[in-house]
């Protein structure tokens, strides 16, 4: 029995020294978490003189504070220095208002009076765009979406083309060879800079006040691009080519540009360069390809002394394309005062000039300089004494 009273009395005393535990448990656990959240909405774009808002949303605050707020760059906009938030355990919500006064791009930075707002807050930005006009916003989305479908539609010509000859006789195959390879290098580099957080992230950091020059529309046209240069490439492998072939030249450019990007891709891995450069590498092979791809068709047009077998729609869509694109890049540098956005994207500006250029060249070749030249054609090096098997073999339609 005494045995048993012992027992009795030291549960309770382990009970009786759990309580204050059980306390101190229920203090810390217990205790209300400072939960701020940001919604900034559509907010983000405002005109020079004018308001827009946004809203923070604060949920079981303790007791009150002050929310501090000031601009990482300063003149670009103004914002309330101080919104006073109130201790509730509610949802509460305030209306910041932001006011433009300069073209660009700028950040709110928070801080708090109080410990546990200040440490969910210190981290946190909240991006503004500031332009002249809203409306030149509506016409760079208007552009945007123009250049893509004229861009996009301009590789159905040579495909209906060839599907209607039967034959790819005329388009030049280097051509080919620097297009597909120029477009999956560019294909790389849109998907990098629209997609990929850390890229978005390493790009704002080295352009603070920039936008991000690749659009949706951008991702979208280089991604169909594709997929209809490879069919394109199909149909050089099952329609009539004669003796066309990738030259040597071609094939040693275009091993070039494979052997660099991956032996780029060491450095990038051991942190020797920014994976935002090595991005750029792409972007370069890209503005390269344009540079140089249409060289060997616009040699096989004058060696040939016509067009034909090269669809002169594919060169007027492309020629509307790359001026559309061009008009675009400079509404947003304008509206922006952000002209560096141009050679942050020196691929696209490039890729719009030498197209415009060349498509230029290929117009003149078409109407002025063979227009004569009529459908049909032979090879250069084709046995020249057969004419009636080479016009049933090369008949072409312009």
Known sequence: AL??????????LCKMSLIPCLLVLLFVFGKSVVSLQIDFGKAGNVEIGKNTTFTVYVENLTQPADLLLKTQ???RISVPSITKLVASMDRKSYEIAVRGHRAGTAYILFNSTEEDVRGIVSERKVEVVVSHYEELNVLSAVLGW???ACWSISFYPQVILNFRRKSVIGLNFDFLAYNITGFLAYGLFNIGMYWIPLIKEKYKNRYPNGVNPVQLNDVIFTLHAIVIITFTIIQCL??????????WIAKVIVGLAILFSTVALIPAGVDKISWLDYLYYFSYIKLGSTLIKYIPQ?????????????SIGNVLLDFSGGMFSIGQMFVIAYNHDDWKSIFGDLTKFGLGVFSVAFDCLFMVQHYCLYRHAGDEYKLVDEDEENPKKQRNAYKTFV
């Open 3 to 12: 045995l048993s009273h012992d027992n009795h009395a030291d549960f309770t």
């Open 73 to 75: 760059e300063e003149g």
């Open 146 to 148: 123009i250049y893509f």
């Open 238 to 247: 099952i329609f009539e080519r004669g003796k066309q072939m990738v030259s």
């Open 298 to 310: 616009a040699y096989s047009n004058f060696e040939r002394r016509s067009t034909a077998g090269w």
